[in-house]
Nanobody, 120 residues
Framework: QVQLVESGGGLVQSGGSLRLSCAASGSIFAINDMGWWRQYPGKQRELVASITTGGSTNYPDSVKGRSTISGDNAKNAVFLQMNSLKHEDTAVYYC??????????????WGQGTQVTVSS
């Protein structure tokens, strides 16, 4: 079993910054990639950023230049630094990981989500 624990969400003023953290634990054989998604009420989750263990990153245009994803392979952790936050960044942010367990089963695990609220 693999679990993700997120932290770092909260209330921030428009133009401010926030750093989200996510750590995976459990029966991990290998982390294939990790990412951050966000979900607005009544909408599907959308990708914010992803990173492979090799360090390749991917961002949608909506956050490119304002967000930076980084990882710590030794700690099975991923971080999302968000700058110049806008009101429209207000959402629940979820961490996910594509993981191979010690059983060699491969699957995606989601965190519980953390609320980010940007006041205008």
């Amino acid at each position: 079993q693999v679990q993700l624990v997120e932290s770092g969400g909260g209330l921030v003023q428009s133009g401010g910054s926030l750093r989200l953290s996510c750590a995976a634990s459990g029966s991990i054989f290998a982390i294939n990639d990790m990412g951050w998604w966000r979900q607005y009420p009544g909408k599907q989750r959308e990708l914010v950023a992803s990173i492979t263990t090799g360090g390749s990153t991917n961002y949608p245009d909506s956050v490119k230049g304002r967000s930076t994803i980084s990882g710590d392979n030794a700690k099975n952790a991923v971080f999302l630094q968000m700058n110049s936050l806008k009101h429209e960044d207000t959402a629940v942010y979820y961490c996910d990981t594509d993981v191979t367990a010690t059983s060699r089963a491969r699957f995606v695990v989601w965190g519980q989500g953390t609320q980010v609220t940007v006041s205008s």
